[in-house]
T-cell receptor, first 113, second 113 residues
Framework: EAQVTQNPRYLITVTGKKLTVTCSQNMNHEYMSWYRQDPGLGLRQIYYSMNVEVTDKGDVPEGYKVSRKEKRNFPLILESPSPNQTSLYFC????????????FGPGTRLLVL | AQSVAQPEDQVNVAEGNPLTVKCTYSVSGNPYLFWYVQYPNRGLQFLLKYITGDNLVKGSYGFEAEFNKSQTSFHLKKPSALVSDSALYFCAVRDASDDKIIFGKGTRLHILP
């Protein structure tokens, strides 16, 4: 089954404790992206990647890192989480960067205390 | 810079009536436009897209949208609403000259039985 998976689905952590949210897709998609969803703000793009070893900042990259060492995986790293990063995070992938629709993962709900 | 606006936070429609969810956009180049739907506790699902060609685009679940270049709009429509259409709807735009995708803040659609 074609899908985007994220882990963990729920995470409670404390300020400053490094964490990684994994994202994996099995569709051989080139383009992958991370978003955060906050009430009243919709979805905002954090980082995106057009292919292996090619990443770029979205609209809200501060406090986040990503890597794309393999085509299927695109982890999101919070080196020192803060409470303002409490949010619902979605990973998405598409065949290419412009025309194709995005497939979204189920989401990761993060609470930073 | 590209932007997208969904002017209504919430839309209420009686079951069986036609529905419209509004979206306007601003891009410097050619727009690629998308509608996604989010059901409770789920990731986003693709509904339809406009890339080029016919201004009237048909998508999943009986939805359609009309691209209007002069009004820079891409309103989502359905002739007869179902209670199961109740969800959060997002409009998104990509500029053909950019790699980023911008989402609107979302419109919550309530279909009243």
């Amino acid at each position: 089954e074609a899908q985007v998976t994220q882990n963990p689905r729920y995470l409670i952590t404390v300020t400053g404790k490094k964490l990684t949210v994994t994202c994996s897709q099995n569709m051989n998609h080139e383009y992958m992206s991370w978003y955060r969803q906050d009430p009243g703000l919709g979805l905002r793009q954090i980082y995106y990647s057009m292919n292996v070893e090619v990443t770029d900042k979205g609209d809200v990259p501060e406090g986040y890192k990503v890597s794309r060492k393999e085509k299927r995986n695109f982890p999101l790293i919070l080196e020192s989480p803060s409470p303002n990063q409490t949010s619902l995070y979605f990973c998405a992938s598409s065949l290419d960067r412009v025309r194709e629709t995005q497939y979204f993962g189920p989401g990761t709900r993060l609470l930073v205390l | 810079a590209q932007s997208v606006a969904q002017p209504e936070d919430q839309v209420n429609v009686a079951e069986g009536n036609p529905l419209t969810v509004k979206c306007t956009y601003s891009v410097s180049g050619n727009p690629y436009l998308f509608w996604y739907v989010q059901y409770p506790n789920r990731g986003l699902q693709f509904l339809l897209k406009y890339i080029t060609g016919d201004n009237l685009v048909k998508g999943s679940y009986g939805f359609e949208a009309e691209f209007n270049k002069s009004q820079t709009s891409f309103h989502l429509k359905k002739p007869s609403a179902l209670v199961s259409d109740s969800a959060l709807y997002f409009c998104a735009v990509r500029d053909a000259s950019d790699d980023k995708i911008i989402f609107g803040k979302g419109t919550r659609l309530h279909i009243l039985p």
